[in-house]
């Protein structure tokens, strides 16, 4: 069983349109970090939130914690090509722990 | 700074053959992690160590798979005898600690024929 779920697996939509994903869990975790892999490369640090409710925002993209501190979501407005990639949420469910890294979610921006 | 570097980038191998990754981490990074990522599993864990002690190994998937880190600055994951199912793109990742950002290097792309 994954610590962190992540949903949905696979999504494909134009450009233009708006999107949530998001990432599940049971635990609580100290704080949730989102990922992005472009194809040929490693994943790469978007944000981390921290605070229960925590609502952060990066240009077209907003992070939201949950209030307990079990989910996160992402959502992504006006999509473009350019936000093709793999999105991946990660955690430590308690301080000290490594982070481990949800399956992530396959985002396709078609032209 | 220059990232997590590995290397190759590209490995093309036969069935049977050892292979080598290299890694080598952020300056001052106390944790070192091996992931392994195809299409089917996506982003595993194989072996994460602390300040150069392999911490959990429990991701590895047999004995053909053994990883050392003998300094803070380079580490290495050994596959041998390779088969035609380890080929995937392998990620090494650095971070101040265990619980804290990830940065990957470009990651080695095998392919085990």
């Known amino acids: 069983t994954q610590l962190l779920e992540q949903s949905p697996q696979f999504l494909s939509i134009q450009e233009g349109e708006n999107l949530t994903v998001y990432c599940n869990s049971s635990s609580v975790f100290s704080s949730l970090q989102w990922y992005r892999q472009e194809p040929g490369e490693g994943p790469v640090l978007l944000v981390t939130?921290?605070?229960?409710?925590e609502v952060k925002k990066l240009k077209r993209l907003t992070f939201q914690f949950g209030d307990a501190r079990k989910d996160s979501s992402l959502h992504i407005t006006a999509a473009q090509t350019g936000d093709t990639g793999l999105y991946l949420c990660a955690g430590a469910p308690t301080s000290g722990s490594r982070l481990t890294f949800g399956e992530g979610t396959q985002l396709t921006v078609n032209p | 700074d220059a990232g997590v570097i590995q290397s190759p980038r590209h490995e093309v191998t036969e069935m049977g053959q050892e292979v080598t990754l290299r890694c080598k981490p952020i300056?001052?990074?106390?944790?070192l992690f091996w992931y392994r990522q195809t299409m089917m599993r996506g982003l595993e864990l194989l072996i994460y160590f602390n300040n150069n002690v392999p911490i959990d190994d429990s991701g590895m998937p047999e004995d053909r798979f053994s990883a050392k880190m003998p300094n803070a600055s380079f580490s290495t994951l050994k596959i041998q005898p390779s088969e035609p199912r380890d080929s995937a793109v392998y990620f090494c990742?650095?971070?101040?600690?265990?619980?804290?950002?990830?940065?990957f290097g470009p990651g080695t792309r095998l392919l085990v024929l």
């Open positions: 990742a650095s971070s101040s600690l265990a619980e804290e950002t990830q940065y």
């Open positions: 300056s001052g990074h106390n944790s």
């Open positions: 939130v921290v605070t229960g409710g």
